[in-house]
Nanobody, 118 residues
Framework: VQLVESGGGLVQPGRSLRLSCAAS????????MNWVRQAPGKGLEWVSS????????YYADSVKGRFTISRDNAKNTLYLQMNSLKSEDTAVYYC????????????WGQGTQVTVSS
């Protein structure tokens, strides 16, 4: 199993970024996928989840209305579109898989850094 995030970087407040997570080594289309972040000096924070076929999505209140999770099962790729970014969105963003919503996240990527700063 391998999960590889990309798309992070330095962005000004109010701008947008799209993160990607390329999955391999398992049947991507049968798993829920999740985004989790860790801000500097803080614990892990769940951001968003999507079910196996992409028909249902879930968001933390802190990102609802600004972030959009999606997936392309043909490309084995998970996405996180982040709009109206704020300084408090600065964190390392990880993708992780789970069998069900809220169940154990058994494989994680290495993370991608997102820094929101003017």
């Amino acid at each position: 199993v391998q999960l590889v995030e990309s798309g992070g970087g330095l962005v000004q407040p109010g701008r947008s970024l799209r993160l990607s997570c390329a999955a391999s080594g398992f049947t991507f289309s049968t798993y829920y996928m999740n985004w989790v972040r860790q801000a500097p000096g803080k614990g892990l924070e769940w951001v968003s989840s999507i079910d196996s076929d992409g028909s249902n999505t879930y968001y933390a209140d802190s990102v609802k209305g600004r972030f959009t999770i999606s997936r392309d099962n043909a490309k084995n790729t998970l996405y996180l579109q982040m709009n109206s970014l704020k300084s408090e969105d600065t964190a390392v963003y990880y993708c992780a898989r789970s069998l069900l919503l809220g169940s154990h996240l058994d494989y994680w990527g290495q993370g991608t850094q997102v820094t929101v700063s003017s």
